[in-house]
């Protein structure tokens, strides 16, 4: 195993020479055969021990070994405790989900402060296997059948061509020891489930399974790549990326996507990594009314007229939820950073006049300027027009989206008359004659 370990790092990992590796290491057979392989063939590793504290006393052993074969090898071994159940429970999440969390993000903290180049896990391929039944029992798109990656960033995965028979024939043909985790044979778990009554009727009827298996991930890896290189000529066409100063959204034009052979198959393409799942709701949202949400954990995604607007949540604020929180500019200040970042400054002239800059009359002005949201009822009179009009109905001139509309800031006297509609359209009463002193205003991109 040894010279195979080490050919397949040659001709699939060279990268992983001469750098600062971390085993992730839990204490058994896997992870600690990795560490074996690699001590062994003098790469510079170091391990990381994560003490989930979820097996009492067994967990502080577990931790209690790490750090003796770290000892014994003579390499540096880091360790961290956590209150696994106690977090899971705050952030509303499986145990599982939980500890994987807090393991991942604590690797990127070593990676950063000691200047690591790779994580290594041991992942084999009977996890490939039972992560591809999982997958399959639950329901899954192409993602969940291509397999557990190789290389994820910095996360690299050497052991993933080999068998967890070949790690355990190389412990024992070796005489080494390893934490067992009694869990592991029960039952209760879905992947245990899989791993000791799937399984072996598997690799009965399929002596070569493993092989088998490793083949058709193959086939569906080069699938999936051909959908990837359709999913991003397609993007060209049918997607519109709107970056402006406040608000960030990508816009999925309805009649384009109507156009193509199989909507829903692409919506789920372009969608799924946004977390969104009942993709029948996606599909009859292209012909729902205007105004239409839909929403994943992460995302919403808004049927505005021709399009389909996906935005984060922490961008979107509902109208029924408006903000009422109001900001006051004081007299003499040249800038702000909150809730957007503004400029004011006296200037002699006017120059050239765009949505992100305005010039107004200071006698104009009364101070404390205010900034807040719009509201209904809200009106101003536009530049360049006579009388007023209200923001409801300048929006919908407009055709700004729920999403942009709630994004809106707007620049008023202490008064309450509207200056600006920030990035948008100044009001004509804060006009410049030839002879005022003037004020220029502007947003500034962060």
Known sequence: MLQKLSNHITKNFPFLKDKKLLIAISGGIDSVVLTHNLAALNFNISLAHCNFNLRNTESDLDEKFVTELANTLGIDCFTTSFETKKIAKVNKESTQIAARNLRYTWFEELITTHNFDFVLTAHHADDNLETFLINLTRGSGLDGFTGIPEINGNIVR?????SREEILNFANENAISWREDKSNASTKYVRNKIRHNV?????????????????????LQESKQIIEDRIADVSKKIVENNCSIALEETKFNIKK???LSNPKAYLYQLLEKYHFTEFNDVYNLLS????????SKTHILLKNREFLILSKKNNFSDVSKSQKTTFEIAKNTVEITNPI??????????SIQNKNTIYVAKALLKFPLILRKWQN?????????????????YFKDEKLSLLEKNNIWLLCNNTGDIIWIIDKRQDNRFGVDTNAEIIKICIKDN
């Open 288 to 295: 729902a009314q205007s105004g239409k949400q839909l929403f």
């Open 341 to 350: 970042h503004l400029t004011l400054e006296e200037v002699n002239e006017k």
């Open 199 to 219: 399984l072996p009727v598997l690799k009965e009827i399929n002596p070569s399974l493993l092989d088998t298996f490793s083949k058709t991930i193959e086939n």
């Open 257 to 259: 996507i109507q156009q």
């Open 377 to 393: 009822g809200d009106y101003f009179y536009p530049s360049g027009m006579k009388g007023k009009k209200k923001l409801s109905k």
């Open 158 to 162: 050497p052991f993933l061509k080999f």
